[in-house]
């Protein structure tokens, strides 16, 4: 699958959006509620999570099935985001505490934990970041990147099925093992 030119950028500001919600999500779930702070920072996270899951729609699915070459099962998560960040509101402007809550919770486990969990999952990019060596793609965005890292003498890799080649501090390595990642 070739990938838009743009989708560096599109991940990477999905990743900066999500992960303050992450700390965000857990501080307010976990402090007093009804406060002003409270109050402030649950926009901030409502927002980043709205903008997040709204970004998420223009990532095409790399792990699992595609639905209409594009939507993968994760992109269930920006629905859930989606229905759930309005629904919520409109509960607390009903006065109605009990629904804004049990919105919140199934909002950060389902979109926070769960869909978290799932990046780590192989062939993801965060996998490759936590538990694998770190590649670029090879796209119109990262090609420049790559010709610099190289000069650099940091990590360059060869991706999809082909041999592995690294350059890490002037040794390179090569390997036969073909990858199943897309990273």
């Given at each position: 699958m070739k990938l838009p030119a743009f989708y560096d950028i599109l991940m990477f500001t999905h990743l900066m959006t999500?992960?303050?919600c992450i700390f965000l999500g857990a501080y307010l779930l976990l402090r007093s509620k009804g406060t002003k702070i409270h109050?402030?920072?649950g926009k901030i996270y409502m927002s980043l999570m709205v903008t997040?899951?709204?970004i998420s729609l223009f990532m095409p699915a790399l792990v699992g099935g595609r639905f209409l070459n594009h939507f993968g099962w994760i992109h269930l998560f920006s629905a859930l985001t989606l229905w759930t960040v309005p629904s919520s509101l409109y509960a607390l402007k009903k006065k109605n505490i009990?629904?804004?809550k049990t919105g919140m919770i199934l909002l950060y486990v389902g979109a926070?934990?769960?869909a978290g969990g799932f990046t780590l999952a192989p062939g993801r990019y965060l996998n490759e970041v936590?538990?694998?060596q770190?590649?670029?793609r090879e796209s119109v965005t990262?090609?420049?990147?790559q010709r610099k890292v190289a000069r650099k003498g940091s990590a360059v890799c060869s991706f999809y099925s082909e041999p592995i080649v690294t350059r890490w501090h002037g040794i390179t390595i090569k390997s036969t093992v073909p990858t199943y990642s897309l990273w």
């Open positions: 999500v992960v303050p109050r402030l920072l997040t899951a709204l009990r629904r804004h926070i934990v769960i936590f538990f694998g770190l590649r670029f990262t090609l420049p990147l």
